[in-house]
């Protein structure tokens, strides 16, 4: 015992040198894994106040983007609009049955206060929480395409996993023939990103258009994703396919996060299936 | 509360914010975000043993993964070289022991200390960059990126070096 105590006060200085490293290891192996990281991020009280100071400063840079983006949104819409039926609208007498709807899909709008794109894994904060109605594992998209998956959320301030995380992986699919494939980042370049696992059979063309899947619970189907830049075959397989986005993760501002209403239905139902 | 104590918590506070503030919005040539809060490092007074260094750079790193989402990166690099400082520093000086009275970097020569600071740059860059990319087939970009910035952080050292010894 005595050359114990002797022990740790002769080498409490590199002792504790050797703990924090280890905590410090601890803590980066833990943001390594996809679901782990809980308490080193920017969603807390301190850090996103501060994030939510500076983007007030940078929001004015963007405003004409921002403002562009959504005239174009709105143009969109009111094409929709448009497109009814014309013995549809002659009618007079319009009864809303309620019953018929089913809301299966809950939008939340919020505005990101600090956008990473440089990085290998990049992570962005949005200015709404938990007490907003944000979870983790909540898709996020603006009216261009997707942008992300919510990772951590503290009461007021949120992250998000972007697409250009080497973590990240979506189900994505090809507009034209519906052929699946995920949807990953080599870390290149901001605006590229990489589909893999896509079946041979599946003719693509540069130029074609990708959408996500919703063989997940998290996007919807046909959220717009990017075009095919360019690919290559290999022993019978595509080698790689390139993916412009049609998002410039650059310069992005206000963003919808989706709330899936029917997750926990279709995930009871799987893990019941999968018992049984 | 002596005045040597505010002025490291002054210069902790500052730096932390100058960092997320301005340096990690650059961009220089794409990807480059000097890291100049490893300062810190250089400015504290030298000591034989001092653990507040210790802790003090574990929290300092922190404090920058908690802004950039990095897990514990910053901490472990910082810590690194917050540990190996003064080892380095008497290699450089060719000497076996300091004259710790002299409690500040400014008095060095210039090439001695130009170097001490190169040395502990690329360390604290190459731990930055090694875990995280965590793979060694990522060993090309990992050394492109602690070369670039490395030089990049060394520059705004010295420039900050010669505004607060012109005071």
Redesign the interface.
């Known amino acids: 015992m005595q050359q114990i105590i002797s022990f740790i006060n002769k080498n409490k200085y590199l002792l504790l040198f050797l703990l924090l490293e280890s905590a410090a290891i601890f803590f980066t192996i833990q943001s390594h894994s996809y679901h782990s990281s809980k308490f080193v991020n920017s969603a807390n009280f301190i850090t996103g106040g501060i994030y939510n100071r500076i983007n007030n400063f940078k929001e004015i840079l963007i405003l004409k983007d921002e403002n562009k983006r959504l005239s174009e949104e709105n143009v969109n819409l009111k094409n929709l609009l448009n497109l009814r039926d014309k013995s549809d609208s002659n009618k007079i007498n319009t009864v809303i049955d309620t019953l018929k709807f089913h809301q299966k899909y809950n939008f939340i709008s919020a505005k990101i206060i600090n956008n990473n794109y440089r990085k290998s894994n990049n992570y962005l904060t949005i200015d709404k929480g938990m007490n907003h109605g944000i979870k983790s594992d909540l898709g996020v998209i603006n009216s261009k395409g997707i942008i992300g998956i919510t990772k951590s959320a503290s009461s007021r301030y949120a992250t998000i996993l972007s697409i250009l995380n080497l973590n990240s992986r979506v189900n994505v699919k090809l507009l034209k023939s519906s052929h699946f494939g995920s949807l990953s980042w080599d870390n290149k370049d901001y605006n590229t990103v990489q589909l893999l696992d896509m079946p041979i059979h599946a003719a693509i063309k540069i130029g074609d258009t990708i959408v996500t899947g919703g063989k997940s619970t998290i996007f919807p189907e046909g959220i717009p994703v990017g075009t095919i830049k360019d690919f290559r075959t290999k022993n019978n397989n595509y080698d790689y396919i390139n993916i412009t986005l049609f998002n410039d993760m650059s310069s992005l501002g206000f963003v919808e996060i989706i709330d899936n209403l029917d997750k926990f239905e279709i995930i009871n139902l799987e893990e019941k299936s999968l018992n049984e | 509360m002596n005045r040597e104590t505010i002025n490291i918590a002054l210069l902790f506070i500052g730096l932390i914010?100058l960092q997320?503030?301005v340096l990690d919005n650059i961009?220089f040539l794409?990807?480059i975000?000097p890291f100049l809060y490893i300062l810190f490092i250089f400015l504290y007074p030298i000591k034989k043993?001092d653990?507040t260094l210790?802790?003090l750079s574990?929290f300092l790193?922190?404090s920058i993964?908690?802004?950039?989402?990095?897990?514990?990166?910053n901490?472990?690099a910082t810590?690194?070289i917050a540990?190996i400082r003064i080892p380095v520093l008497k290699s450089v000086l060719g000497k076996r022991d300091i004259d710790y009275t002299m409690s500040s970097l400014k008095k060095l020569p210039f090439a001695k200390m130009y170097t001490y600071i190169v040395i502990l740059t690329f360390i604290h860059h190459f731990i930055v960059f090694g875990?995280?990319?965590?793979k060694t087939s990522h060993f090309e970009?990992i050394f492109i990126k602690t070369f670039l910035t490395g030089i990049f952080t060394v520059i705004l050292v010295m420039i900050s070096f010669t505004f607060i010894s012109r005071r």
């Open positions: 914010l997320i503030v961009n794409g990807y975000n043993i653990s210790i802790f574990f790193g922190l993964d908690f802004f950039l989402n990095s897990g514990g990166i901490a472990a810590l690194f540990f875990l995280e990319y965590f970009i």
